[in-house]
């Protein structure tokens, strides 16, 4: 039987096992996909395992979305780009790294009806799901982007992987067409200490977070008038990207995915 696996520190919240396993068992594949809390000098061990196909494939989540690059033989453009991997698999004898957060993004904002094009977009926060963000956002043909991050170092050295983005400093506000968290900040219930009241026109909200469904940051957004959205929609479309490279077979998403989601 095929084993997949995603991997992170810390992993208890990842809602993948569930997401994927209900995807194997209706496409009637005989796999199974479980969690697996790594230490960064385990992974060279995991990935060896996959080279002797032990291990089928895998995701990856935080921390290293750039530390497993390192450890593999060949990356898609998007992951090349982004220098950041979340998907793994092995083709012709080869690890391939591959950046499923990209459509996922993508496909989120599209099916909000949201027209990006020309557009100012405002994103807290530099850690690694930002340059995923940054790359679709560009393929939209979004008119600026700005980020802002309480750590401007990590802000400046996004400017290596894209040009013409720019930097605010952590507590300062501009206007915008759709702000993004993408800090982890919303988590466990904190806030985000910048003053929004003040804006007008329509504009959209948008938390890369899912779990809370609706966070402080997105309740405000709500509160002052504005389009919300949470990561759901993110997440599903970057596991079933991912689903596809594995199985080549594009997975079903309808109500009962999200409900599945929604019961943790
Ligand atoms: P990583 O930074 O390891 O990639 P992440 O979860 O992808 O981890 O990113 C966390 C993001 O939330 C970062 O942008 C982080 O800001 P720093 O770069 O300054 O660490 C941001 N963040 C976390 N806690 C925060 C806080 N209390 N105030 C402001 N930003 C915070």
């Not at 993408?182 to 910048?194: K, R, V």
Request: charged share 25%; glycine share 6%; hydrophobic share 40%.
């Amino acid at each position: 039987m095929k084993r997949y696996f995603v991997i992170g520190n810390p992993i208890d919240h990842s809602l993948s096992p569930k997401l994927q396993n209900w995807w194997l068992k209706e496409n009637n594949i005989d796999a199974t996909y479980d969690k697996i809390k790594l230490e960064e000098h385990e992974i060279k061990n995991f990935i060896q395992d996959i080279k002797e196909q032990k291990i089928a494939g895998c995701n990856v989540t935080v921390p290293f979305k750039k530390k497993i690059i390192p450890f593999l033989d060949k990356l898609s453009q998007e992951a090349e780009q982004t220098q950041s991997v979340n998907t793994i698999t092995f083709d012709s004898g080869e690890l391939v790294g591959h950046n499923t957060d990209i459509s996922g993004f993508d496909t989120a904002i599209k099916k909000l009806n949201f027209k990006t094009k020309g557009k100012k977009v405002l994103i807290l926060g530099a850690g690694g799901v930002v340059p995923s963000i940054i790359f679709a956002l560009k393929n939209m043909r979004v008119q600026e982007i700005i980020i802002t991050n309480r750590t401007r170092e990590k802000a400046e050295n996004l400017k290596a992987l894209f040009n013409n983005i720019k930097i605010l400093e952590w507590g300062d506000l501009t206007d915008f067409h759709m702000v993004i968290n993408a800090t982890s900040l919303g988590l466990n219930n904190e806030t985000i200490d910048l003053d929004f009241s003040s804006l007008e026109h329509d504009k959209l909200f948008y938390d890369v977070i899912y779990n809370p469904q609706e966070t402080r940051f997105l309740k405000m957004g709500k509160q002052l008038g504005y389009k919300t959205e949470n990561g759901k929609t993110m997440f599903v479309y970057q596991a079933l990207e991912a689903f596809k490279l594995w199985h080549n077979i594009e997975p079903k998403v309808n109500t009962d995915t999200y409900k599945l989601l929604d019961n943790d």
